[in-house]
């Protein structure tokens, strides 16, 4: 149902707001058909509300700070809760992604709410060799037959679900993976791939070793990432070999990234 374009503008912001917030999610288009207002419009207010911190535009919409799913997210969100926000996407991605693995080979994989979805499309691939940091993929990898897990030391940051720290980096040392599997908290063109969460900058720091360990380097996301700009880098986006994501990551941008190296794979087309 259409709302009457003809109120003021502060009270649309309002009603923008809260529809944001009881969706988790609107798009330019949704909101534009609903208040009968040109999409450019919905931008320019998306734009005001993002300035105010009430809500974190993503391209084509915008996404709702309060449940979690802001710039603050994974500082304030548990791994567990962030597994299952775009579940469709991941699902998507980690078959995508299981899909470049071959039996017999060594995988490097990292924590996140984007590899467990990997671990579940893995289906009877034998003989894998799996080094990894993540504390919420031990069960589903340790009773695998086809799996010899290695998991690397360090302390438990139970938030994250991952181990972190010196003895995490230097275990990395000791194994050489052909294939290296890391999901992210944003990536873009000019400032590469990154982490959100900088009171925790180990988090970060074994990502970075991570990347300088790799072989070949697969980056497993969702659209909603991209031009996210985080505080922590971790690479360029030339390190990068293949980004695994969605059909909403805008044409364009697969273009750039492109361009700058990396095989753009789409997960779900």
Same mark, same amino acid.
């Given at each position: 149902?259409?709302?009457?374009?003809?109120?003021?503008?502060?009270?649309?912001?309002?009603?923008?707001?809260?529809? /944001?917030?009881?969706?988790?999610?609107?798009?330019?288009?949704?909101?534009?058909?609903?208040?009968?207002?040109?999409?450019?419009?919905?931008?320019?207010?998306?734009?005001?509300?993002?300035?105010?911190?009430?809500?974190?535009?993503?391209?084509?919409?915008?996404?709702?700070?309060?449940?979690?799913?802001? @710039?603050?997210?994974?500082? @304030?969100?548990?791994?567990?809760?962030? +597994?299952?926000?775009?579940?469709?996407?991941?699902?998507?991605?980690?078959?995508? $992604?299981?899909?470049? /693995?071959?039996?017999?080979?060594?995988?490097? /994989?990292?924590?996140? @709410?984007?590899?467990?979805?990997?671990?579940?499309?893995?289906?009877?691939?034998?003989?894998?060799?799996?080094?990894?940091?993540?504390?919420?993929?031990?069960?589903?990898?340790?009773?695998?037959?086809?799996?010899?897990?290695?998991?690397?030391?360090?302390?438990?940051?139970?938030?994250?679900?991952?181990?972190?720290?010196?003895?995490?980096?230097?275990?990395?040392?000791?194994?050489?993976?052909?294939?290296?599997?890391?999901?992210?908290?944003?990536?873009?063109?000019?400032?590469?791939?990154? $982490?959100?969460?900088? $009171?925790?900058?180990?988090?970060? $720091?074994?990502?970075?070793?991570? +990347?300088?360990? @790799?072989?070949?380097?697969?980056?497993?996301?969702?659209?909603?990432?991209?031009?996210?700009?985080?505080?922590?880098?971790?690479?360029?986006?030339?390190? +990068?070999?293949?980004?695994?994501?969605?059909?909403?990551?805008?044409?364009?941008?697969?273009?750039?990234?492109?361009?700058?190296?990396?095989? +753009?794979?789409?997960?779900?087309?």
């Amino acid at each position: 149902m259409k709302r009457n374009k003809l109120v003021f503008r502060e009270e649309r912001l309002s009603q923008i707001h809260q529809l /944001i917030q009881t969706n988790t999610s609107m798009t330019v288009a949704e909101l534009a058909e609903l208040f009968d207002i040109s999409e450019s419009t919905v931008r320019l207010d998306l734009a005001e509300l993002e300035k105010k911190d009430l809500i974190t535009r993503t391209h084509g919409g915008a996404i709702s700070k309060q449940n979690g799913i802001g @710039s603050s997210y994974v500082q @304030s969100v548990s791994i567990q809760k962030r +597994v299952n926000y775009l579940k469709e996407e991941k699902d998507a991605i980690g078959r995508k $992604a299981a899909s470049l /693995i071959n039996d017999g080979d060594t995988i490097l /994989i990292d924590g996140g @709410s984007t590899t467990p979805y990997v671990i579940k499309h893995l289906g009877a691939k034998k003989n894998l060799t799996i080094i990894t940091n993540s504390l919420l993929l031990i069960q589903d990898l340790i009773n695998n037959p086809n799996i010899n897990l290695f998991i690397l030391g360090g302390l438990a940051f139970s938030k994250h679900g991952v181990t972190v720290g010196d003895l995490t980096n230097n275990s990395l040392s000791y194994f050489y993976p052909n294939k290296t599997i890391i999901g992210i908290d944003g990536f873009s063109v000019e400032r590469g791939i990154m $982490a959100a969460d900088a $009171a925790v900058p180990a988090v970060a $720091a074994v990502k970075a070793e991570m +990347v300088r360990t @790799s072989n070949q380097l697969i980056i497993v996301s969702d659209h909603t990432k991209y031009n996210k700009i985080c505080p922590m880098p971790i690479a360029p986006i030339e390190a +990068v070999d293949i980004l695994v994501t969605d059909s909403k990551l805008p044409q364009k941008a697969r273009q750039a990234i492109s361009a700058k190296g990396p095989k +753009v794979l789409i997960a779900d087309e």
